[in-house]
């Protein structure tokens, strides 16, 4: 079993920066086994959308909106996930959450829907003032 925590989240003015983490923990074998890490976020009355996912080689991907702006890595020895979020904008105004997979990454762009992951944070709250 693997359980996820984000932390991070605050209210930043437009333009501004913001790291988010998802510290991963429990069953170390199955931490081991997870081949697919997502970013994911919800703002109200919105469906849960897709911003990043990095896979078991490193591989990342990105949704048009945050592209340029936002950078997924992780951390194996500490066994975390950051999104860092550059230059943010009001519409980057959301609840994130962080995922976690052991099925690959889809590269067709399956894992943009939150039915491709099996492990979910609580969210961190993210916004984003004009």
């Known amino acids: 079993q693997v359980y996820l925590m984000e932390f991070g989240g605050d209210s930043v003015q437009s333009g501004g920066s913001l790291r988010l983490s998802c510290a991963a923990s429990?069953?170390?074998?199955?931490?081991?086994?997870?081949?697919?890490w997502g970013w994911f976020r919800q703002s109200p009355g919105k469906k849960r959308e897709g911003v990043a996912t990095?896979?078991?080689?490193?591989?990342?991907m990105y949704r048009e909106p945050v592209k340029g702006r936002f950078t997924i890595s992780q951390d194996d020895a500490k066994n975390t996930l950051y999104l860092q979020m550059n230059s943010l904008k009001p519409e980057d105004t959301a609840s994130y959450y962080c995922?976690?997979?052991?099925?690959?990454?889809?590269?067709?762009?399956?894992?943009?829907?939150?039915?491709?992951?099996?492990?979910w944070g609580q969210g961190t709250q993210v916004t984003v003032s004009s």
């Open positions: 995922s976690a997979d052991p099925h690959p990454c889809d590269p067709y762009g399956g894992s943009w829907y939150d039915t491709w992951f099996a492990t």
């Open positions: 429990g069953d170390t074998g199955d931490i081991a086994k997870t081949k697919c």
């Open positions: 990095i896979d078991h080689y490193g591989s990342k």
